[in-house]
């Protein structure tokens, strides 16, 4: 993708890109999208985070000119120092700013309490800094964010991946609501190709050694209880017994051991690097998530028109048109979540049309318009 290289993008020169956490999910991904786009404009990127990460983010950049990696030790927000891990996430930072001197910085948060150390460098040095909300919980953390002195005021911009996460950063860092903005996430929205949707199909089945016809769900993400894991055997063997689908656990996590053992209904190959293959051969996509952003599965399996299955808090961001492009999961009622997950599964003739739907709202709310929404932002931080 080439970005629009109109406006001001001169007066852009020097770019800090702060990454505060400790791996590399959904937050980190799509910054890494942003970080490749300004670096193609001409900006010097210098991209910082905690040294172990240095290698992993090297090995998914490859070779991007303008672009410099910075181990910054102390950088990655830790909740059990609670109080100690601002003081070095903002001595991290203020290193880092004597170092580069950016014209302006770029802070994802994969959680409020993240960016409060690094924020009160950067306000303090006076970078306009453009912070981007990602996971925010139903309360925003609001109260661990006033016990460690609340959000530093300072140059720049607030934004979220999706409208409610907005309204509670805004609550947590105590900002009016119109001062915190609403990027939605994007991906890139292939072509149709059916010949690769069913080698696609074909191959993943023989590698698991199912039938080629064999219905599969997958589910893709962390093996945690925020990504609704611990509810994957009783949706797996449900799915199993009423419907002869096998779902696929794609992904690492703390419940990995619990989950072992279910054998055929529910398998787990680990983390993998080609979700969105297996997206393009699933059946339908899983996602009974208790907490999520803008979540890049659900926008990769639309963007490939594939079949979503998902609890109302992992499409939070779609608000009340959820429904319209998924089957939705009552997470409320242990009985009605595998009612509503058997009843959906196979798509019924409502199907056809949230996959449309879906597909619509991918390519409308493509990669290329997320990334011009944010390379604007950034430009207008120093223009």
């Known amino acids: 993708m080439t970005p629009d290289a109109g406006g001001p993008a001169s007066t852009l020169r020097s770019l ?46 490859g070779r991007t000119p303008g672009l ?29 700013i004597e170092e580069t001197f950016p014209d302006a910085a770029l802070l994802p948060l994969p959680w409020p309490t993240a960016g409060i150390g690094p924020r009160r460098a950067l306000a303090a040095a006076e970078v306009p800094s453009l912070l981007v909300g990602h996971l925010v919980p139903m309360d925003g953390d609001a109260n661990a964010v006033r016990a460690l002195g609340g959000f530093a005021a300072g140059p720049g911009r607030v934004v979220a991946v999706s409208a409610p996460a907005a309204r509670r950063l805004a609550v947590a860092y105590g900002l009016a609501p119109g001062q915190v903005g609403v990027v939605p996430n994007g991906v890139v929205v292939p072509p149709e190709d059916a010949a690769a949707r069913a080698e696609a199909r074909l191959f993943k089945r023989r590698w698991l050694n199912l039938a080629p016809d064999a219905p599969m769900l997958v589910f893709a993400g962390r093996l945690d209880k925020q990504k609704g ?16 689908a096998t779902v696929v656990a794609l992904g690492q996590g703390e419940m990995l051991d619990q989950l072992s053992g ?30 999520e952003g803008c979540p890049l599965t659900f926008l990769e ?3 490939r028109r594939c079949p979503v299955l998902a609890s109302p808090a992992a499409l939070e961001c779609l608000e009340q048109r959820a429904g319209e ?29 949230r996959v449309a739907t879906a597909w619509l709202h991918a390519a409308q709310h493509d990669q290329a318009a997320m990334l011009r929404r944010y390379l604007g932002l950034l430009r207008g931080l120093v223009a």
């Open 325 to 353: 492009m998924a089957t939705l999961l009552d997470l409320d009622s242990p009985a009605g979540l595998l009612a509503d997950a058997c009843d959906g599964f196979p798509p019924g003739p409502h199907g056809a049309l």
């Open 229 to 244: 894991a611990d509810l994957l055997p009783a949706l797996a063997l449900a799915l199993w017994q009423r419907r002869g």
């Open 301 to 303: 399996a639309a963007a």
């Open 68 to 96: 410099t990696l910075h181990p910054a030790p102390g950088l990655g927000w830790s909740p059990e120092r609670f109080h100690e891990s601002p003081v070095d996430q903002a001595r991290a930072t203020a290193s880092l």
């Open 262 to 291: 279910l054998g055929e209904p529910l398998r787990l190959p680990g983390q993998v690097a080609d979700v969105p293959e297996w997206l393009l051969a699933a059946d339908a996509l899983l996602m009974p998530s208790r907490l």
């Open 16 to 61: 800090l890109v702060l990454l505060p956490g400790h791996g590399i999910g959904g937050a980190e991904l799509q910054t890494l999208e942003i970080v490749r786009a300004a670096a193609m404009l001409g900006v010097q990127v210098r991209l910082a985070a905690e040294p172990a990460f240095i290698a992993p983010l090297a090995a998914r950049l």
